[in-house]
């Protein structure tokens, strides 16, 4: 156990050393970091379906180079109906794609699935999507990026420690039997702390940055639920196909999926922020 821990550790200073460069603001390491995980997010969810055959694979991490193409549509577009047009474009090929596997179905039913092709589908758009708006956060508001891994992470850690030291109460026990009430609530506050502090961070470091308290403490709620969340959606994936984690790329963790579950449905969420409810600025530059 304490060797186990150990091993988490040091997998997650790793981690959080290669997320750091994305946060410089103005580079492509963002989309290149982002790319790299929707690759490896695609072929685990693939292998864990059991629909990993080229017919299947190849085109879906094709796919995969939607990402890139997010931050082109900022950075590269001459008006903001250049951007719409080619983001409406990275939707249909998502779209599409999943239209393909679900095609395939009907030319082999022996040897594709509709149930499994279908899911394969589903999760494909959700991966992509999520990691795609990481990518365009980056692009509109540098500010918000460390507040994706705030979320998805520094709830974690936080609901982690408090279970271990008060949880009582089962959150879910069916998907997640070592999960708590007690450390959900931990992770809320957790998150709460964490936005606080890189508030206080940007207020001294940053002077043009406005912060309101108000709706960022709200923001911290909404993502960390969100963020926990999104960790059960996984791990109810991986308990109804069988398998403890997406794979063992990193040591300690599992999969590059175990550590983004969270991250993929909270960069939606920021994301539908940014661009639908801009009224709800959390900063102001």
């Given at each position: 156990?304490?060797?186990n821990t150990v091993k988490?550790s ?5 981690i959080i ?7 410089i603001?103005d580079?492509p ?7 790299a ?10 292998k ?8 299947v694979?190849?085109?879906?991490v ?8 997010c931050?082109?549509?900022f950075?590269?577009?001459d008006?903001?109906s250049?951007g719409?047009v ?5 939707v249909f090929?998502?779209?599409l794609l ?17 149930e499994k092709?279908?899911?394969?589908a589903?999760?494909?758009?959700y991966i ?6 990481a990518?365009?956060i980056?692009e509109m508001?540098a500010y918000?990026?460390p507040l994706?891994?705030?979320a998805?992470?520094?709830t974690?850690?936080f609901?982690?420690f ?6 009582k109460h089962?959150l879910a ?8 009430v007690?450390g959900a609530?931990?992770g809320v506050?957790?998150?709460i702390?964490?936005f606080c502090?890189y508030?206080?961070?940007?207020i001294?470091f940053?002077?043009n940055?406005?912060i309101?308290f108000g709706?960022l403490i709200i923001?911290?709620v909404?993502?960390?639920?969100i ?10 994936v991986k308990r109804?196909f069988?398998i ?12 590059i ?7 993929i449905p909270?960069s939606?969420?920021?994301?539908m ?5 801009d009224?709800?600025?959390v900063?102001?530059?």
């Amino acid at each position: 156990m304490k060797s186990n821990t150990v091993k988490r550790s040091v997998t997650a200073i790793f981690i959080i050393l290669f997320t750091l460069p994305t946060l410089i603001p103005d580079t492509p390491i963002m989309t290149v970091y982002m790319t790299a995980v929707s690759v490896i997010a695609v072929f685990e969810i693939m292998k864990c379906v059991g629909t990993a055959s080229p017919a299947v694979l190849i085109p879906s991490v094709a796919a995969t180079l939607t990402v890139p193409l997010c931050r082109y549509n900022f950075i590269k577009a001459d008006g903001l109906s250049d951007g719409h047009v080619l983001l409406l474009i990275i939707v249909f090929a998502d779209m599409l794609l999943a239209f393909y596997l679900m095609s395939l179905c009907i030319f082999k039913p022996d040897k594709y699935d509709i149930e499994k092709n279908g899911f394969s589908a589903f999760m494909l758009i959700y991966i992509l999507a999520g990691l795609q708006s990481a990518v365009m956060i980056s692009e509109m508001n540098a500010y918000l990026v460390p507040l994706i891994f705030l979320a998805a992470w520094g709830t974690d850690v936080f609901a982690w420690f408090i279970g271990r030291m008060f949880g009582k109460h089962k959150l879910a026990p069916v998907v997640s039997p070592n999960k708590s009430v007690e450390g959900a609530i931990g992770g809320v506050f957790g998150n709460i702390f964490f936005f606080c502090l890189y508030a206080l961070v940007l207020i001294i470091f940053f002077k043009n940055v406005e912060i309101r308290f108000g709706a960022l403490i709200i923001l911290a709620v909404i993502t960390s639920v969100i963020s926990q969340l999104g960790d059960l959606v996984l791990s109810l994936v991986k308990r109804r196909f069988g398998i403890k984690d997406f794979s063992n790329i990193l040591p300690g963790h599992g999969g590059i999926l175990d550590r983004f579950d969270s991250v993929i449905p909270v960069s939606l969420f920021l994301f539908m922020l940014c661009t639908v409810i801009d009224a709800f600025k959390v900063f102001i530059i």
